[in-house]
């Protein structure tokens, strides 16, 4: 099958990034959105696309084919009329049902259907559907223009075919794919949010405030990112809803860290609110943290 025109449906960070690296590689978007992500999405693509523009990645010329590329809608109906669908919500069981049983009754016969979940099963969401087989799993990993890998796996009833239409578009996409088995939190999710939680603990012990314990594991390992502005950007609510998935499925290992539930409850959820792990400049959520909470 041709994929020419791709519907993103979750105009979160995760969806976001996936509709603008598929524009920036030639294909169409369809992002849906709902409520704020409505007007927020497009200029938070447009300053993802600035940065760019700003570091000789790309000209303007190209940043204005990019931004013709995608189309918004909080229309489902328009799903009829795509040839590839990726679900990009957060990882609630019941809402990336619903998305996917409206996607399987409006799409036509032959789209593939991927789905971004970590923490959940590919195949108990895909007996809620028509057509299991059409289901595959794709993690792609924020700050997904950037990051050149996206993790695969295959639910019980997922076919070859779908796997191979998915690896295709993930390609076109300039991404490395990794196959791995159904599992709770995949590799990276799960990797993450332990070291994510592990970093809290020693914030919460006095081992070493958040600018320390973040300087030692990014420059000691050479990352771009550290664990805490990490989960800063994923929102600290989102963490803590993922660890307790994964505290449910594979054990006490995964339970929160205290630091974490206190931050949640004081509405301290990182770049959307402004305060997390680090503060942050309210009117660009791509600024680095500008210093330390206390």
């Given at each position: ?9 979750g105009s979160g960070r995760l969806g976001r990034g996936i509709a603008e690296t598929a524009a920036s590689s030639g294909f169409d978007v369809l992002l849906f959105s709902q409520g704020a992500g409505t007007h927020y ?85 895909a007996r809620g559907i028509s057509r299991p087989e059409s289901l595959v799993g794709l993690h792609f990993i924020p700050p997904v223009p950037e990051t050149p890998v996206v993790e695969l796996s295959r639910g019980f ?138």
């Amino acid at each position: 099958m041709d994929i020419r025109k791709i519907a993103v449906l979750g105009s979160g960070r995760l969806g976001r990034g996936i509709a603008e690296t598929a524009a920036s590689s030639g294909f169409d978007v369809l992002l849906f959105s709902q409520g704020a992500g409505t007007h927020y999405a497009p200029s938070q693509i447009e300053k993802s696309l600035d940065k760019k523009l700003a570091k000789w990645g790309i000209t303007e010329s190209e940043k204005r084919v990019i931004l013709s590329k995608i189309s918004y809608t909080s229309d489902l109906k328009e799903l009829a009329n795509v040839d590839l669908v990726v679900e990009a919500t957060v990882d609630h069981f019941y809402t990336k049902q619903e998305l996917l049983r409206t996607a399987d009754h409006l799409c036509k016969p032959n789209v593939v259907f991927i789905t971004t979940l970590t923490t959940l099963s590919i195949s108990e969401l895909a007996r809620g559907i028509s057509r299991p087989e059409s289901l595959v799993g794709l993690h792609f990993i924020p700050p997904v223009p950037e990051t050149p890998v996206v993790e695969l796996s295959r639910g019980f009833d997922t076919s070859d075919e779908a796997v191979a239409v998915a690896t295709r578009f993930a390609k076109a996409l300039k991404k490395e794919i990794v196959e791995i088995a159904e599992s709770p939190g995949l590799v990276n999710t799960r990797a993450l949010l332990t070291l994510v939680n592990e970093a809290a603990y020693m914030i919460d012990e006095g081992v070493g405030d958040a600018i320390a314990v973040e300087k030692i594991i990014k420059q000691g390992w050479g990352l771009t990112q550290g664990p805490l502005e990490m989960a800063d950007r994923i929102g600290l609510d989102n963490v803590l809803h993922l660890m307790n998935q994964l505290r449910e499925e594979l054990g006490e290992r995964f339970t929160p860290c205290p630091l974490i539930r206190r931050y949640v409850r004081s509405n301290r959820l990182g770049v959307k609110t402004g305060r997390g792990f680090f503060t942050y400049a309210r009117d660009n959520i791509f600024e680095t943290p500008i210093e330390q909470e206390d």
